[in-house]
């Protein structure tokens, strides 16, 4: 589904894009069973596996966000989108976004989306849900915490472990 997932950064692109221009990404990805579903649908017929980790999460700035709230809703679309709707865009649901409160008292807008009716041919078509928690940083910058990952199946990270780890998420003060 043109994702590309490595140890520093994690991405999806259309996959109609030879230049795997990224809709979406994040850095230092954590990454749940990173082959849970392996297969070489892309078609290009030269035998290459792809895998589809089960799920995934990271941070990324968020330079052109209007506000928590708009990167939040964005980012958990795009997720969706990139890594198990396209191209059907109509089948992403997002919903709004909430006030979101950590432990450690960071606040912020978090949204989730999720995927319904997934169709495609391949071995690892599933759909998937993503949630983003969009927040201020100490320097006042708009950053995000993101989780991806597969929905409907047995294996699925249910969305009350997913709230409980982002309730984990904190600033950590980057100061030599």
Do not use: H
Not at 74 to 92: D, I, M
Not at 96 to 107: D, L, N
Not at 116 to 138: H, I, K, P, Q, W
């Amino acid at each position: 589904m043109g994702a590309q997932v490595d140890r520093l950064v994690s991405y999806v692109a259309e996959n109609s894009d030879p230049e795997e221009t990224p809709l979406v990404g994040f850095s230092a990805p954590a990454i749940l069973k990173e082959k849970w579903c392996r297969s070489d649908d892309d078609g290009n017929g030269n035998g290459t596996q792809e895998d589809t980790p089960l799920a995934a999460a990271g941070s990324r700035g968020e330079p052109d966000a209007r506000s928590t709230a708009e990167a939040a809703r964005e980012n958990a679309r795009l997720w969706v989108y990139g890594s198990y709707a396209q191209p059907s865009k109509e089948k992403v649901t997002t919903g709004a976004a909430k006030p979101f409160t950590t432990r450690s008292g960071i606040t912020g807008s978090v949204a989730t989306a999720t995927s319904t009716g997934v169709d495609g041919t391949g071995r690892c078509s599933y759909d998937g849900r993503a949630t983003a928690f969009a927040f201020e940083n100490s320097a006042g910058e708009t950053v995000s915490w993101n989780f991806v990952g597969v929905r409907g199946v047995d294996d699925e990270v249910p969305e009350p472990t997913v709230r409980k780890i982002l309730g984990t998420v904190r600033l950590v003060d980057s100061t030599p």
